[in-house]
């Protein structure tokens, strides 16, 4: 577990499980940092050297204000810009669902990463599907929270879905996590549909094949 300056409360839970995925020391790149806080969580609790890129000037001057190395940028076009092998870890916390370009976004992230930890919202969770079958609207829920003309989500997927992209980019999963409502893993030992079915969020650990 990690050893914190904080009360545990005082952190996202799915950032520490990332947080616990990621060595001591390690080179991280935070796409989609947002203000800050998972950087700050892994520079206090593993003594990174992180860096972050974020789309928002809300965000960067957020970070930039806390003491963190994050420009602003557009993952679906400046991740080209990042050498191979540039970080140990490439992390895209609750954002891959909001790019333009998931796969291509995906790709760059296991060229410049030796490791690519991803987590989003599941669209497959039995929540939405029943807001689906007795509403026939776009469901809202606490992970997508937003009404479906004023979102910033335009690639939904599920966790079927991202398991089959990691496959088409030759991706191997190292670890992978099904996180409930409150962000606490789902104990199971069982195929991806019942994943599927029963996590609101996923969170992938990922390396090249090759």
């Known amino acids: 577990m990690l050893s914190r300056n904080e009360k ?13 995925m990621v ?5 991280v ?3 989609g940092s947002g ?4 950087l700050r969580l892994l520079t206090e609790t593993k003594g990174v050297d992180g860096r972050g890129i974020e789309i928002s000037r809300e965000g960067v001057n957020a970070s930039v204000a806390k003491g963190f190395a994050v420009i602003q940028g557009d993952a ?3 991740l080209a810009d990042y050498p191979d092998g540039a970080f140990d870890y490439v ?6 669902q909001a790019t333009r370009r998931p796969r291509w976004v995906l790709e760059q992230m296991l060229r410049i990463g030796k490791h690519v930890i991803v987590s989003f919202p599941n669209f497959g969770h039995w929540r939405i599907r029943i807001q689906l079958l007795r ?4 469901p809202i829920t606490d992970r997508l929270n937003d009404t479906w003309y004023d979102t910033p989500n335009i690639h939904f997927c599920t966790i079927r879905d991202f398991v089959e992209l990691v496959n088409d980019v030759d991706a191997k999963i190292e670890r992978a996590i099904a996180l409930d409502r409150w962000g606490r893993p789902v104990r199971l030992n069982a195929p991806w549909e019942f994943w599927n079915f029963f ?12």
């Open 35 to 38: 203000d800050g806080e998972l």
């Open 29 to 31: 790149l935070d796409v």
């Open 8 to 20: 545990p409360a005082t952190w996202r839970v799915d950032h520490v499980l990332i947080a616990e």
């Open 199 to 210: 996590g609101e969020q996923g969170l992938f650990l990922l390396t090249r094949k090759n």
């Open 135 to 138: 509403r026939g609207r776009m």
């Open 23 to 27: 060595k001591p020391g390690a080179r």
């Open 76 to 78: 679906d076009i400046d």
């Open 91 to 96: 992390i895209l916390s609750q954002t891959i």
